[in-house]
T-cell receptor
Framework: GAVVSQHPSRVICKSGTSVKIECRSL??????MFWYRQFPKQSLMLMAT?????????EQGVEKDKFLINHASLTLSTLTVTSAHPEDSSFYIC??????????FGSGTRLTVV | QKEVEQDPGPLSVPEGAIVSLNCTYS??????FMWYRQYSRKGPELLMY????GNKEDGRFTAQVDKSSKYISLFIRDSQPSDSATYLC?????????FGPGTRLSVLP
């Protein structure tokens, strides 16, 4: 149980375009999902906390207008990187809380902006 | 002082060795303790989850928590090359969830 599916696993886009990443909890309901960014050989950096039916809470320094988060249902949260630039190239990972304590992660999305 | 400290490594061991990975933390409010394994370009995978001081064993993995010392460990017995990955400790209380920076482990055949 407690599987989180993230899609796509890899995406290449042109600078200036937008990219949407989906995160689904497959066998449980996730009222809260988290979005992280990870640069090579660095730890996970929390970007925002996504709550079903309400606005996401962004960490300091994360542009909410650039990283749009939508958590429209208990099983789906999306992250849209708007007007992507090469510096947005990174590994994006979502996670969801299950049973209030454990956190299950998606498999990640490698975004390359060219 | 950082909330969670973890030696980033890299740590290289020969196949079959016992590996000890450690984290220290400063906030005594943390109640739940987890270890994740992350292979390159993959999402972290939950390995162990515990909430009390003492040892918890699962196959070749043993998680150890010492709340009085604010110290947690993950031991890997009979390490295999497939164990080569980054290992992250994670601590939680309430809505607060903190990762260690991760230790890169290489098990050499």
């Amino acid at each position: 149980g407690a599987v989180v599916s993230q899609h796509p696993s890899r995406v290449i886009c042109k600078s200036g375009t937008s990219v949407k990443i989906e995160c689904r909890s497959l066998d449980f309901q996730a009222t809260t999902m988290f979005w992280y960014r990870q640069f090579p050989k660095q730890s996970l950096m929390l970007m925002a906390t996504s709550n079903e039916g309400s606005k996401a809470t962004y960490e300091q320094g994360v542009e909410k207008d650039k990283f749009l988060i939508n958590h429209a249902s208990l099983t789906l949260s999306t992250l849209t990187v708007t007007s992507a630039h090469p510096e947005d190239s990174s590994f994006y990972i979502c996670s969801a809380s299950w049973q209030g304590h454990g956190y299950t992660f998606g498999s990640g999305t490698r975004l390359t902006v060219v | 002082q950082k909330e969670v400290e973890q030696d980033p490594g890299p740590l290289s061991v020969p196949e079959g060795a016992i590996v000890s990975l450690n984290c220290t933390y400063s906030n005594s409010a943390f109640q739940y303790f987890m270890w994740y394994r992350q292979y390159s370009r993959k999402g972290p995978e939950l390995l162990m989850y515990t909430y009390s001081s003492g040892n918890k064993e699962d196959g070749r993995f043993t998680a150890q928590v010492d709340k009085s010392s604010k110290y947690i460990s993950l031991f890997i017995r009979d390490s295999q090359p497939s164990d080569s990955a980054t290992y992250l400790c994670a601590l939680n209380y309430g809505q607060n969830f903190v990762f260690g920076p991760g230790t890169r482990l290489s098990v050499l055949p």
